[in-house]
């Protein structure tokens, strides 16, 4: 389980979190991936081409990346401060707030990394 609370603001840490999220997937290790605060935009469609960082792999293909093989959440609140519905959001994102996040947060075998 991955939280990444930063987006433009951080890029380094942002594209650190998107990359290791892949690199899970890609080791087959079963990833969720939560979009809160200013990640949340990369929820919206086009925004992850928007993204770039020197030397780092493109935020667009990372995000595909776990959207094809993990689950990917926007915040419920995060959504709703930032105006972003449903209606909005990049298929195969969903919107869930806190009690989903505990919930997977105690699954058995879980850890959680924050960025």
Not at 2 to 7: D, N, Y
Not at 82 to 92: A, F, L, N, P, W
């Amino acid at each position: 389980m991955i939280k990444v609370t930063a987006g433009a603001d951080a890029p380094e840490r942002c594209n650190q979190a998107f990359t290791v999220a892949a690199a899970a997937l890609a080791s087959g290790v079963p990833v969720s991936l939560w979009l809160t605060g200013e990640s949340a935009w990369f929820a919206l469609p086009g925004r992850a081409k928007e993204f770039s960082l020197p030397e780092a792999a493109p935020l667009e293909d990372l995000l595909d990346a776990v959207l094809a093989a993990g689950q990917v959440t926007l915040c419920t609140q995060c959504a709703a401060r930032r105006g972003i519905t449903v209606d909005d959001i990049i298929e195969g994102v969903r919107i869930a707030g806190a009690p989903t996040f505990v919930e997977e947060a105690l699954g058995e075998g879980v850890q959680a990394l924050v960025y």
